[in-house]
């Protein structure tokens, strides 16, 4: 009887309990779908008010405004569908083409952070805290405004050996164009490829059973090698390179690239590398004293130490926040806005708001492209996260 | 470069004993200490030649045209603007006042002897940016109305940075707080907020703020485009802060959730007086590493046409007179408006370190 009493008064509890719960969250759902209801009434409104057009139509219509880089076919009589094909190309190339050259430069810092040396250490440590504590734009103005654009014209252009120049309009490379031997090198690389592999698996096997044998890496690297280069003799280069030539007030050939894209490029590397450097730093420093002075022990040679026990080890540590670090760097490409390189948010968020005065849409679309970008890769990470956390439990 | 390699080094005693043994403990060190040493040995001193020593201080602008040093008479004619921006000349002191304000509040705040720092934050947050609005914009008795088109320079970067803190430390608090809520529909909002606030970048952000923001809003909304950047700075960094609070919440153990409801508070009460105060000493040094991505962030308003402490020093090196002068001025306006902001930042983030420390000591 009492324990009948108790057990209703406790549902009758978990009752009231779930009610307020319940009306709790009506009561916010409610009151999220005024907000919206009042934004989409106001929006409705304004755009009337405004004249403005509503729909996704305009992505078919043809754009009308130039773009300064392109990697796919582009001119004015293009679609906006296109045109936003080139922003996110844009966005894309620029953003891996710093996340190599932060890596590079973030993981040499990091490990000259844990230098022998106290010099280099300090010297390390001065570069991160000077680059960390200075805004990513006032950084990208100065190597844009302060060190790109006064440099001389063409004709004066700064050049390293006759065939890269660098001068107020950008920057030259020779460009990389497939000659008659492509086709049978990218052959050889492919059989190569396999021969390697196959090679690297038979002797791992021999190793393992003799204790000693060629090192797998190596003696795999031979015919991934040696193939390719046989096909050259045989067939000719696979690449030709179209080298740039000054003509008249400019360059002719070669492979031109804008200088804000140089400027974005060299800033948010330089930027970006303050920050691998620390977390790189830390991934050294969550590798276990005992190991390092266990290998040294062993008489291992400290490129050995490093190469074979503190780096496998301290990359557990480094990859999930370089992952996250690469995607502050790809929202950070969002600055090009302010230089002009023709990104997504310049493209779209500037231009095609402009010209087409249909914010709405257009701000969807950006958004849009950046939240799917973003999320993609940090569901990635997690993954990767989660497969780390099981491997070590 | 041969890391980790700790050769055994010679009992010298002191830190400075080692750093310079470790400056030349085998001879790739020792080559290595030379280059470095000889690539600052160059550098160093021209800097200081550059901006001290060769430097123009005083004279007309001509004075910079053949400068082979840094241009200080460009910051000087340009400084009641980089401070003040076109903020009425009548009504500086009303800024004056402000920037007085905030060096108490920063002392204050940084200070290690002041006690109550909590109490003194709550109502900084809660107190300071009403009041800065009605000093700033004035248009009440006695003070004459300045419409935010008029504000610019430090007092802008001021500004919006402490508003934008203000703002979004409750915000992220709250979304923090939402996120670890039993209820469905509140969590998956505040799950959505913080995930969408933290994938799409500041600019096109801006941008949205800039051109759907008033299309949202009744007809004949007036919001200036300050106010409109604010909106965007307080949403997009109460993200941020609010992933630093979950960090925070999440570091504090069930049993003190348990020992809390074992001695019968209620669940806001638990909150307010066990868990939060743990979990702000803990917040704390990631805040303030919020707090200087905001003085950082500040600077983008130039791309919206915003005129901050760092467009002002850009508005006066695009002025054709000083366009004319040379390189000595543009130099001089990049390496000042850096050394400002890296003084500030580098400032907050050592005292981020401090309390960290102190909080890994305290256990």
């Given at each position: ?108 810092l990091g490990f000259a952070r844990r230098s022998s040396n106290g010099l280099m250490r300090a010297v390390a440590a001065g570069y991160v805290e ?151 730093r830390?991934?050294i420093d969550?590798?276990s004293r005992g190991?390092v002075e266990?290998?040294r022990a062993?008489?291992?040679r400290p490129?050995?130490i490093n190469?074979?026990?503190v ?83 | 470069m041969s890391v980790l390699a700790a050769p055994s080094a010679p009992r010298l005693g002191t830190r400075v004993g080692a750093f310079l043994w470790s400056c030349v403990s085998s001879p790739a060190n020792a080559a290595m200490t030379l280059a470095l040493a000889l690539l600052a040995g160059y550098w160093l001193p ?304 050592r005292?981020?370190a401090r309390?960290?420390l102190?909080?890994?000591r305290?256990?």
């Open positions: 009887m009492r324990q009948a009493e108790a057990h209703s008064s406790a549902s009758r509890f978990w009752a009231g309990r779930r009610l307020a719960a319940g009306g709790a969250q009506a009561a916010v759902l409610a009151a999220a779908a005024l907000v919206v209801w009042f934004a989409a009434s106001n929006a409705a409104a304004n755009l009337g008010r405004l004249g403005i057009n509503t729909g996704f139509g305009f992505l078919g219509r043809p754009a009308g405004f130039a773009i300064s880089q392109h990697l796919v076919d582009y001119s004015e009589s293009s679609t906006y569908l296109r045109a936003l094909e080139v922003a996110v190309l844009n966005t894309v190339v620029l953003a891996l083409v710093a996340i190599v050259g932060a890596t590079v430069i973030g993981f040499a000077l680059l960390r504590n200075v805004p990513l734009l006032l950084q990208l103005f100065f190597w844009y405004f302060a060190i790109l654009r006064p440099l001389p014209p063409p004709r004066q252009s700064l050049s390293l050996l006759g065939a890269i120049f660098l001068n107020g309009r950008g920057l030259v490379l020779p460009r990389p164009e497939a000659a008659e031997g492509f086709g049978l090198v990218i052959a050889a690389l492919g059989i190569g490829a396999v021969l390697a592999a196959a090679m690297a698996c038979w002797l791992r096997r021999r190793r393992a059973r003799l204790g000693r044998a060629p090192s797998p890496w190596v003696a795999a690297a031979l015919p991934l090698i040696a193939m390719p280069a046989l096909a050259a003799v045989i067939a000719g280069p696979p690449v030709a390179w179209d080298l740039p030539r000054l003509r008249g007030f400019n360059f002719e050939g070669g492979l031109v690239v804008l200088p804000e894209f140089v400027a974005m490029a060299v800033a948010l590397s330089l930027y970006s590398a303050a920050y691998i450097a620390e977390i790189v830390a991934g969550a590798v190991q266990a290998a062993l008489g291992l490129a050995t190469a074979k026990i780096v496998p080890q301290a990359l557990r540590v480094i990859v999930p926040p370089l992952g996250n670090e690469y995607l502050r760097l790809f929202r950070n490409t969002t600055l090009a806005a302010a230089i002009g390189y023709p990104d997504l948010t310049l493209i779209f968020a500037g231009t095609a708001v402009n010209q087409t005065a249909q914010a709405v849409e257009v701000m969807l679309i950006v958004c849009g492209c950046y939240l799917a970008i973003n999320l993609a890769v940090s569901a990635g990470i997690n993954g990767y996260n989660r497969r780390i956390g099981r491997s070590y439990r | 021209s800097l200081v030649d550059w901006a001290l020593v060769r430097a123009r201080w005083i004279g007309p602008r001509t004075v910079c045209e053949d400068a082979a040093g840094a241009c200080w008479i460009f910051i000087r004619a340009r400084w009641s603007q980089i401070l003040y921006g076109a903020y009425p000349e009548a009504e500086r002191w009303r800024v004056d006042v402000l920037f007085g304000l905030v060096l108490i509040a920063g002392a204050l705040l940084l200070s290690r002897r002041v006690q109550y720092k909590g109490l003194i934050g709550l109502l900084l947050i809660v107190v300071a940016p009403p009041a800065t609005a009605v000093l700033l914009l004035g248009g009440v008795d006695g003070l004459a109305y300045v419409p935010t088109t008029q504000w610019g320079g430090l007092m802008l970067t001021v500004a919006l940075g402490g508003v934008s803190l203000a703002g979004s430390l409750p915000t992220g608090l709250v979304l923090a707080l939402c996120r670890r809520s039993d209820l469905p529909v509140i969590r998956g909002f505040a799950v959505v907020m913080i995930e969408v606030l933290r994938g799409i970048p500041l600019v096109p952000l801006l941008f949205l703020a800039m051109s759907v923001l008033p299309l949202l809003l009744p007809p004949g909304t007036d919001l200036s485009p300050l106010m409109r950047v604010a909106v965007a700075f307080i949403l997009f960094n109460g993200a941020a802060m609010a992933e630093v609070f979950r960090g925070g919440l999440q570091a504090i153990p069930k049993g003190q959730f348990e020992a809390a409801r074992s001695l019968g508070l209620s669940a806001p009460r638990t909150m307010a007086l066990v868990i939060l105060p743990q979990a702000i000493a803990i917040v704390t040094p990631g805040l303030l590493n919020v707090a200087v991505a905001i003085v950082k962030e500040t600077t983008v308003v130039l791309i919206i046409g915003l005129y901050d402490f760092f467009n002002e020093i850009l508005a006066g090196l695009a002025d054709p007179q000083w366009l004319a002068s040379g390189r000595a001025a543009l130099d001089t306006g990049y390496f000042f408006a850096g050394l400002v902001y890296w003084a500030v930042c580098f400032g907050l983030s005292v981020s309390l960290e102190a909080t890994e305290r256990g």
